[in-house]
């Protein structure tokens, strides 16, 4: 079923693809249809993600709500894995839900997507990067899983398509490439080497647009565990999508978003620049989606981190239920999940989006 998925998702991106090429001659209004004759040409154009292959997006519709999340311990922050049903109560804007299914899912199939910064700022990480997501993919990717590998920086290029090899993750992974002040950006305003912006609407870290196409175009049709890893300082320049936009995304795609906060201080100490702010960016994405915000430093290796991600997503449980509010109104509902003991704490998404049957 998910070779057919894919198959037909090659029609879709190489639709976004030849949007992008059509840049040249006028900025298309959106994905989702032609450029028109009195489009303003100031526009800055939509992205698109640039694959060597693409396809259509089939959407599931169902009424069960079904979240995972984990559970931490308040102090020391451990993983709390042998809960059960009894332990948690759960409630939809005020309203206690009943849950009617509940698991521990340590080996559900998982969908990943890895999204790795390439812009200057990030340049002298990437064989540091590279190194580490190949052992991450080597050790997390079984056979029932599913990965791909996008790059952004100036674009946002998928270098992977889903694939359950490792071997064809690592070797995506020795294509990354940094933009460096000598790359070339095809369309759009003139390049700079980012991520401070300069005159005009210059595309130096595209990190919203990632976050959103990786979203919409790959994660929104796939069912079960869904997650997607960033690896960046936060800083994003450029995108067409706002913050909030790529959020609301994930959160349609029910997709799990665990960012890595990396900084090169060097690079911007010898820029002259104050740079790496972007925690509170990746923090949001992270809450916001019921994932967590991690930060290499001198005592969490970069490694390190991604052993802590396997961990997570190999501990995680599920709750699905019917809510009572049945309206399909396409507004965004809060979820809190409650569990009995005071000294541990939920990381779960904030809420969903009751989204009409035919918009799905």
Not at 280 to 309: A, C, P
């Amino acid at each position: 079923m998910r070779s057919c998925v894919h198959l037909l998702r090659f029609v879709a991106f190489a639709a976004l693809l030849a949007f992008g090429e059509l840049y040249a001659q006028g900025p298309p209004p959106s994905l989702d249809q032609g450029p028109g004759p009195d489009q303003d040409q100031t526009q800055t154009p939509k992205p698109a993600v640039t694959a060597p292959a693409s396809g259509s997006t089939i959407r599931v519709n169902v009424d069960l709500v079904n979240i995972y999340f984990t559970v931490r311990a308040k102090k020391g922050g451990q993983l709390i894995p042998n809960l059960n049903q009894s332990d948690f109560k759960v409630y939809e804007d005020g309203q206690e839900q009943k849950i009617e299914r509940f698991s521990r899912e340590t080996d559900l199939p998982l969908t990943l997507g890895l999204l790795i910064d390439v812009s200057a700022s990030q340049e002298r990480l990437i064989d540091i990067e590279r190194q580490a997501a190949s052992a991450f993919f080597s050790n997390v990717i079984r056979p029932k899983d599913e990965a791909f590998l996008i790059s952004f920086g100036k674009d946002t290029n998928l270098l992977q398509d889903y694939t359950n090899s490792p071997r064809l993750l690592n070797a995506a992974l020795r294509d990354l490439h940094g933009d460096g002040p000598g790359a070339v950006m095809t369309g759009g305003p003139i390049p700079n080497t980012g991520p401070v912006p300069t005159m005009g609407t210059p595309k130096g870290t595209l990190l919203y647009d990632a976050v959103y196409l990786a979203s919409n175009e790959k994660l929104k049709g796939e069912v079960g565990r869904k997650a997607l890893v960033l690896i960046t300082d936060g800083e994003d320049q450029g995108s067409y999508y706002k913050l909030s936009d790529a959020v609301e995304a994930a959160q349609k795609a029910d997709a799990i978003i665990y960012s890595i906060y990396y900084v090169d201080r060097q690079f911007y100490f010898q820029a002259g620049m104050i740079g790496g702010g972007g925690a509170s960016v990746l923090k949001k994405m992270s809450e916001e989606t019921g994932g967590h915000m991690f930060t290499v430093d001198r005592k969490h290796t970069l490694n390190d981190i991604f052993r802590e991600i396997q961990d997570e997503m190999r501990n995680q449980y599920s709750i699905g239920y019917y809510p009572t509010n049945t309206k399909r109104d396409g507004s965004f509902r809060r979820i809190e999940i409650k569990v009995d003991n005071p000294a541990y704490r939920v990381q779960a998404r904030a809420g969903y989006y009751a989204t009409p049957n035919d918009a799905q």
